[in-house]
């Protein structure tokens, strides 16, 4: 089923302080959850046996890349799940912030050592179990640059955790649509949307490709100099193999990021991710979500109906920028990125490029000598035309 964005509802690891979680204290929960895995500590271990075995999909070896963290080490690090250790809420569960020492990943002190991010699995979720097991699936087999790295997960009776790298700056949506965040110069937004296209295009270039399937802002973690990098893999998909020419799935995702033809067949290929690529470059140009908020007559508007007719015009890209950058970006420089979007969100997904080429146009566009993002001479303010 197709979620709605919204900014307070993330599966990843959007880190930000959600506005009603006060009310639930970090000992009442963590006593709740005692007393419900020792009241089921034989029938835990049934289900997660069960559970694991629902289909191949939802099976994974351990890998030695993991470390397998103890409830007990991960109370630790975090302070025991204090509410000042929270970080984040989504429909996954909560993360926290922790402390874990380099070397051994030790639970540490906090203000020591490596700093992580614990992303705790609400017991009462299935299909978050599910995702849980892609996750760590995949990201203990997975890494690169331009991915958030598992570090660990624990799995004691109905607790389930993972462990990442903690990413300083958050999520893209943050800065992208919170009031208040300084904007993202021109340059920045350029090298994000190229870490996410090498990270997209490496996981399409395995055998077989790896579908990521959840593309949108509040997966795409920035690192403290604005590094970007793809979290939460749950929804991840190996893709079709031999003569296949797609994998049929049940329809998950987000609403206004995922491919067309995706939503109405349920066929899966490395396409839908290119589809949905495009839509965060429009994001990055227009500083405007995927999903606009209701107009007064109650009809949604996707980023992608609003800005289409203005990109079809001669120079309409200067129309639908981010004011917020207040004309400071490469003219030249955006109308060739919108160009490129447009690529990506074709009608016909085989027309599409493969997202090895969308890191070539944009590593072209970022260097053209004639392209200096953030130079207010080469800069059209938003509402010339």
Not at 141 to 157: A, D, F, P, S, T
Not at 158 to 175: A, I, Q, T
Not at 194 to 211: M, R, W, Y
Not at 283 to 295: H, N, P, T, V
Request: net charge positive; hydrophobic share 35%.
């Amino acid at each position: 089923m197709l979620q709605h964005q919204n900014p307070n509802h993330q599966m990843g690891l959007c880190v930000g302080k959600p506005a009603n979680v006060a009310h639930v204290s970090s000992s009442q929960l963590m006593k709740e959850a005692i007393n419900q895995r020792e009241r089921n500590q034989e029938a835990s271990k049934k289900k997660i046996k069960k559970a694991s075995k629902v289909s191949k999909d939802e099976s994974f070896p351990i890998t030695n890349n993991l470390k397998a963290f103890t409830l007990s080490d991960l109370k630790t690090a975090t302070k025991n799940f204090r509410s000042d250790s929270l970080i984040g809420e989504g429909g996954f569960g909560r993360v926290y912030k922790g402390w874990i020492d380099e070397t051994t990943f030790a639970p540490a002190k906090p203000g020591t050592g490596l700093v992580v991010a614990v992303k705790c699995l609400k017991a009462e979720s299935h299909q978050g179990h599910r995702e849980w097991l892609t996750e760590v699936d995949f990201m203990g087999k997975l890494r690169h640059k331009n991915l958030v790295k598992l570090i660990g997960y624990c799995q004691e009776y109905e607790s389930r955790l993972l462990v990442y790298e903690y990413m300083p700056k958050g999520c893209l949506e943050n800065h992208l649509f919170r009031k208040g965040v300084e904007p993202i110069p021109w340059a920045t937004r350029m090298r994000i949307a190229i870490d996410v296209a090498h990270g997209l295009s490496f996981l399409h270039s395995k055998e077989p490709s790896i579908i990521y399937r959840d593309l949108k802002a509040s997966n795409i973690l920035l690192s403290s100099e604005f590094n970007a990098r793809l979290s939460d893999f749950g929804l991840a998909r190996n893709g079709p193999v031999g003569d296949n020419t797609h994998v049929s799935t049940r329809v998950v995702g987000t609403s206004g990021y995922a491919a067309p033809e995706y939503v109405a067949t349920g066929h899966l290929t490395i396409n839908n991710d290119v589809y949905s690529f495009g839509v965060v470059l429009l994001e990055l140009l227009s500083g405007r979500r995927a999903i606009a908020d209701e107009r007064a007559g109650g009809v949604e508007e996707t980023l992608v109906e609003w800005v289409k007719p203005f990109l079809n015009e001669n120079r309409g890209v200067f129309r639908i920028m981010d004011t917020r950058l207040g004309g400071r970006y490469s003219k030249k420089g955006a109308q060739a990125v919108a160009a490129l979007a447009l690529k990506c969100l074709h009608n016909d997904s085989k027309l599409r490029p493969t997202m090895a080429e969308v890191v070539v146009s944009l590593e072209e566009i970022t260097n053209a000598p004639k392209v200096v993002p953030g130079v207010s001479s080469l800069a059209l303010s938003p509402g010339s035309s």
